[in-house]
C-alpha cells in the first residue's frame, strides 16, 4: 500500500515568504506527527494531531510556524515569515495507533526547506 | 528531562564485518520505550525495533541484533556480516508514551564493499 507521502520535495523560499508543506498519511491512520531534521541531526518534535485535533504543539518554534489537519487526514505546516534558521528536512510521520509514541511510526520522505 | 546519546558519529566499515552502534539514554521514567530507526539517503526513517522499559531480552532478527542493558542505561545495535545496503543513518529514540519521540543526533554508517 502507499506509504507517507510529503510535497514539495524540495522547497525553496527566500527569508520573509511564506512556505506551505504538506503530508499525505497512510490512509487510515489516526496519529500524525511533524518534525524537524537540522543538518547533521536526529528528527525533533514539532507537534501531533489525533484525527483533527492538534493535541500537542510544544515543539512549534515559534507563531510563525502553524500546522493543521482540518479532515483528520492530510496535514498542512506553514512557515510564515520564513528565516535562515528555518532551513531544514520537514518530516511527517503517522501511526495506526491513537495518543500514544509506545508504537512505530511510519515516515515520509520530508520536505527540504532552503531559506536564502 | 530525557536524552538519547549515539557517541559514534560516523562509522566505516568493510562488507561482511560486524558493526556495533551505541546508544545511551537518561530518563527519569520507570515506563519507557525504546526505538532503533534507519534514515537511507532517500530520507524516510524506516523502523527496525521497539522494545518497552520491562523487556530487557535481547533480540535478533537475521543479521540485526539488539542489546538492552537497563543497568546502564544502554541499547546498542549490532549488525552482523554488514553489507553495502546497511548504509546509512540509524537512530536511536526514547519515548515516555505520550507525544513525543526523543531522538539522537543519529550514527552514519558506511559500509565498503
Known amino acids: 500500500g502507499a506509504g507517507v507521502s510529503q510535497s514539495p520535495r524540495y522547497k525553496v523560499a527566500k527569508r520573509g515568504q511564506d512556505v506551505a508543506l504538506r503530508c499525505d498519511p497512510i490512509?487510515?491512520?489516526?496519529?500524525l506527527f511533524w518534525y524537524q531534521q537540522a543538518l547533521g541531526q536526529g528528527p525533533e518534535f514539532l507537534t501531533y494531531?489525533?484525527?483533527?485535533?492538534?493535541?500537542?504543539k510544544s515543539g512549534l518554534p515559534s507563531d510563525r510556524f502553524f500546522a493543521e489537519r482540518p479532515e483528520g487526514s492530510v496535514s498542512t505546516l506553514k512557515i510564515q515569515r520564513t528565516q535562515q534558521e528555518d532551513s531544514a528536512v520537514y518530516l511527517c510521520?503517522?501511526?495506526?495507533?491513537?495518543?500514544?509514541?509506545?508504537?512505530?511510526?511510519?515516515f515520509g520522505p520530508g520536505t527540504r526547506l532552503t531559506v536564502t | 528531562a530525557q536524552k538519547v546519546t549515539q557517541a559514534q558519529t560516523e562509522i566505516s566499515v568493510v562488507e561482511k564485518e560486524d558493526v556495533t552502534l551505541d546508544c545511551v539514554y537518561e530518563?527519569?521514567?520507570?515506563?519507557?520505550?525504546l526505538f532503533w530507526y534507519k534514515q537511507p539517503p532517500s530520507g524516510e526513517l524506516v523502523f527496525l525495533i521497539r522494545?518497552?522499559?520491562?523487556?530487557?531480552q535481547n533480540e535478533i532478527s537475521g543479521r540485526y541484533s539488539w542489546n538492552f542493558q537497563k543497568s546502564t542505561s544502554s541499547f546498542n545495535f549490532t549488525i552482523t556480516a554488514s553489507q553495502v545496503v546497511d548504509s546509512a543513518v540509524y537512530f536511536c529514540?526514547?519515548?515516555?508514551?505520550?507525544?513525543?519521540?526523543?531522538f539522537g543526533a543519529g550514527t552514519r554508517l558506511f559500509v565498503k564493499a
Open positions: 529514540a526514547l519515548s515516555k508514551g505520550g507525544f513525543k519521540t526523543i
Open positions: 490512509s487510515g491512520h489516526v496519529s
Open positions: 522494545r518497552n522499559s520491562f523487556d530487557e
Open positions: 494531531f489525533q484525527n483533527e485535533a492538534q493535541l500537542d
Open positions: 510521520a503517522s501511526s495506526d495507533q491513537p495518543y500514544r509514541t509506545t508504537y512505530e511510526q511510519y
Open positions: 530518563t527519569r521514567d520507570t515506563t519507557y520505550y
